[in-house]
């Protein structure tokens, strides 16, 4: 399964923001941003500050698929998905980003960034429905029941996550901390969902 290997703190620098992909280091001193606010590089720098039209959608288009850590040809799939839907394609896309388990996952407090939690999802910690489920990017519906598996309960790295995360912080999800479940309520309205970026970029990109 091909996946990136790289820095995730440099993907924050080449957009010049915070994408929170490192968990509570990206809130700590420690996280590089803070420091080097430019681009990786020799040239980070130097690089020109203006954008081309392109340039802006291309930028926007990769900040979105680095924050949900997705690939570029998982991307275009959801888009096309999103665009036979009905209603606004940049809205769809987004929602069906949400609707990711690994997300969720995240989104619950069971991992500290999606990344962890995709790894808990690929190693078979998690269960949909009583059903074990280790595909990532299975999306889920209103109504759904996401679970700790009975011998993954003990492990640290969920414990510590949720210590860190707030009670029903989405008004989508619901959290049980003690019996380590939780529910995919209802698909969210993008104005209740916390990511500022401008997706009609992205359908400018796409429809090129």
Known sequence: MARYTGSSCKLCRREKQKLFL?????????????????????????????????????????????????????????????????GIPGTNLIKLLERRLDNTVYRLGFA??????????????????????????????????????????KLDVIHNSLRKTKDNAYNWLTVDKAALAGSFIQIPEREDIPLTANEQLIVELYSK
């Open 112 to 153: 500290p960034s999606r990344k962890a939690a995709r790894q808990l999802i690929t190693h078979r910690h998690f269960t949909v429905n009583n059903t074990l489920v280790n595909i990532p990017s299975y999306l889920l519906k209103p109504g759904d029941k996401i679970s700790v598996r009975d011998n993954s309960k």
């Open 22 to 86: 490192k968990g509570s280091k990206c809130t700590s001193e420690k996280c590089p941003i803070e420091k080097r606010n430019y681009p990786p590089g020799q040239h980070g720098q130097s690089r020109r500050a203006k954008f081309s039209e392109y340039g802006l959608q291309l930028r926007e288009k990769q900040k979105v698929k680095r924050i949900y850590g997705i690939l570029e040809t998982q991307f275009e799939n959801l888009f096309d998905k999103a665009n036979k839907m009905k």
